[in-house]
């Protein structure tokens, strides 16, 4: 049901121009104050504990809610939430509002607002994109934090990476495998420049950054159909 769900998500956002970016609250500068008012002891001296204790609760909060749901509503209870959820967490329109000229930073836009959330949304439903989408905004609240930048690097570590495949794909292959060879086996970073790196390969004279963030999510919906088909016919 994840692909329905982000075919939905994407459909809504890019032919009803209703994006999320607009709608979304800062909730992490206030959470962190509060939470370290309260656990600064049980924190001090200890960097990665203060990372769990900081995102382990949006995650179990997420995990008693859509259990909550699904026993409450059922499957379409559970799907409507998800719908909702990913539309916050996803924002398409940011390709439509790119012109023929923007710059290569849109890259790391796409990544951030769409290719990463999906990938973790769809391997690992919603509580995955509650925790990859919590330690990306702490990590941008926390920015001298540096277990914070561990964590987010292992997170990106794979989806990087298919991002980088996807774009040799959907642009020039051979100029972009060879950087992806190149940086496949790099020890995890919080770099999510490597994005833009893999894309300004992948341009040709005749392509935009658009045209080709664009084919590469038309590549991801196919793989993501052909996955759900599998396991529904396996």
């Given at each position: 049901m994840s692909f329905i769900v982000i075919l939905a998500c994407i459909a809504v956002q890019?032919?009803?121009?209703l994006?999320?970016?607009a709608y979304q609250f800062q909730w992490a500068g206030g959470y962190v104050s509060w939470m370290r008012r309260k656990f600064s002891a049980l924190a001090q001296g200890h960097a990665l504990f203060g990372v769990?204790?900081?995102?382990?609760p949006v995650v179990i909060a997420a995990s008693?809610?859509?259990t909550i749901v699904y026993h409450l509503l059922g499957h379409v209870g559970y799907l409507v939430l998800s719908l909702l959820l990913l539309w916050y967490c996803?924002?398409?329109v940011i390709l439509k509002q790119s012109s023929a000229s923007s710059t290569s930073a849109l890259f790391v836009?796409?990544?951030q607002k769409l290719f990463a959330p999906l990938f973790w949304y769809f391997v690992f439903g919603p509580v995955g994109l509650v925790l990859y989408v919590t330690v990306a905004t702490l990590r941008t609240q926390l920015s001298t934090e540096k277990f914070f930048g561990l964590t987010l690097g292992v997170l990106d570590w794979v989806p990087i990476r298919i991002v980088g495949l996807t774009f040799a794909l959907?642009?020039?292959f051979g100029a972009v495998f060879k950087?992806?060879?190149?940086?496949v086996f790099q020890n995890v970073a919080d770099n999510q420049n490597q994005v833009k790196v893999y894309g300004e390969a992948a341009l040709s004279t005749d392509s935009t950054a658009f045209n080709l963030v664009f084919r590469a999510i038309l590549i991801w919906l196919v793989i993501m159909l052909l996955i759900t088909v599998a396991h529904w016919f396996g």
């Amino acid at each position: 049901m994840s692909f329905i769900v982000i075919l939905a998500c994407i459909a809504v956002q890019w032919f009803l121009n209703l994006g999320s970016t607009a709608y979304q609250f800062q909730w992490a500068g206030g959470y962190v104050s509060w939470m370290r008012r309260k656990f600064s002891a049980l924190a001090q001296g200890h960097a990665l504990f203060g990372v769990l204790l900081l995102v382990l609760p949006v995650v179990i909060a997420a995990s008693l809610v859509f259990t909550i749901v699904y026993h409450l509503l059922g499957h379409v209870g559970y799907l409507v939430l998800s719908l909702l959820l990913l539309w916050y967490c996803i924002d398409a329109v940011i390709l439509k509002q790119s012109s023929a000229s923007s710059t290569s930073a849109l890259f790391v836009q796409s990544y951030q607002k769409l290719f990463a959330p999906l990938f973790w949304y769809f391997v690992f439903g919603p509580v995955g994109l509650v925790l990859y989408v919590t330690v990306a905004t702490l990590r941008t609240q926390l920015s001298t934090e540096k277990f914070f930048g561990l964590t987010l690097g292992v997170l990106d570590w794979v989806p990087i990476r298919i991002v980088g495949l996807t774009f040799a794909l959907a642009g020039n292959f051979g100029a972009v495998f060879k950087v992806w060879a190149k940086n496949v086996f790099q020890n995890v970073a919080d770099n999510q420049n490597q994005v833009k790196v893999y894309g300004e390969a992948a341009l040709s004279t005749d392509s935009t950054a658009f045209n080709l963030v664009f084919r590469a999510i038309l590549i991801w919906l196919v793989i993501m159909l052909l996955i759900t088909v599998a396991h529904w016919f396996g």
